[in-house]
């Protein structure tokens, strides 16, 4: 899989957006991105993924650069539930294959 | 569905003791995985089943590290002896055919003194 690159940790206001940045420069034409989070002692929780469209749910907005280098998740109205660890990974569309999750970025959703 | 169900949630357990994880995968999922997660290493994958025949196991530790998954909707995950140094928290998750999401169990988290 190739490698990701996430700040370790981020601050946002409850209310505003919060947008997560992801690097994998060595991105492979077939692989997707996906986003997980996991909220404290609680098991990784799938959030969006997408190939080279911009893709949206009810949970997340997922923008990725034309050349696939770069992408960021955004949550459009941070809640203080939203603070979790958010994992940014890119993986073949295997459902076999592994997801190797990094040590994702921090997100704290300040009141 | 219920989910990934695992259990015990937690489990102490002193130096040298067998301890075994069990998991229930989502009904109708083929794949099942089991990870561990440490402070130190994140999260690690231990080893993964397909169709309930191990497909890779080279994230096992080592020799006291064992996992069978005897039928679709059950496996487990056995440490004998245990050492200090298990300490984690495990969790299972379980994929689907037309589903490119893993679903993650609540964990169970293991303190061997």
């Known amino acids: 899989d190739a490698k990701t690159t996430q700040p370790p940790s981020m601050d946002c206001a409850e209310g505003r957006a919060a947008n997560l940045p992801c690097n994998h420069s060595?991105?492979?034409?077939?692989?997707?991105v996906y986003w997980y989070r996991q909220i404290h002692s609680q098991g990784p929780q799938y959030i969006i993924h997408g190939l080279k469209n911009n893709e949206t749910n009810e949970m997340a907005s997922l923008i990725i650069t034309e050349d696939r280098k770069s992408s960021t998740l955004i949550l459009p109205h941070a809640t203080l539930r939203d603070t979790a660890v958010y994992y940014c990974?890119?993986?073949?569309?295997?459902?076999?294959?592994?997801?190797?999750f990094g040590p994702g970025t921090r997100l704290s959703v300040l009141p | 569905d219920a989910g990934v169900i695992q259990s015990p949630r937690h489990e102490v357990t002193e130096m040298g003791q067998e301890v075994t994880l069990r998991c229930k995968p989502i009904s109708g999922h083929d794949y099942l995985f089991w990870y561990r997660q440490t402070m130190m290493r994140g999260l690690e994958l231990l080893i993964y089943f397909n169709n309930n025949v191990p497909i890779d196991d080279s994230g096992m530790p080592e020799d006291r590290f064992s996992a069978k998954m005897p039928n679709a909707s059950f496996s487990t995950l056995k440490i004998q002896p245990s050492e200090p140094r298990d300490s984690a928290v495990y969790f299972c998750a379980s994929v689907g055919l037309a589903i490119n999401e893993q679903f993650f169990g609540p964990g169970t988290r293991l303190t061997v003194l």
């Open positions: 990974i890119v993986r073949v569309a295997n459902y076999g294959q592994n997801f190797v």
């Open positions: 060595t991105i492979s034409g077939n692989e997707y």
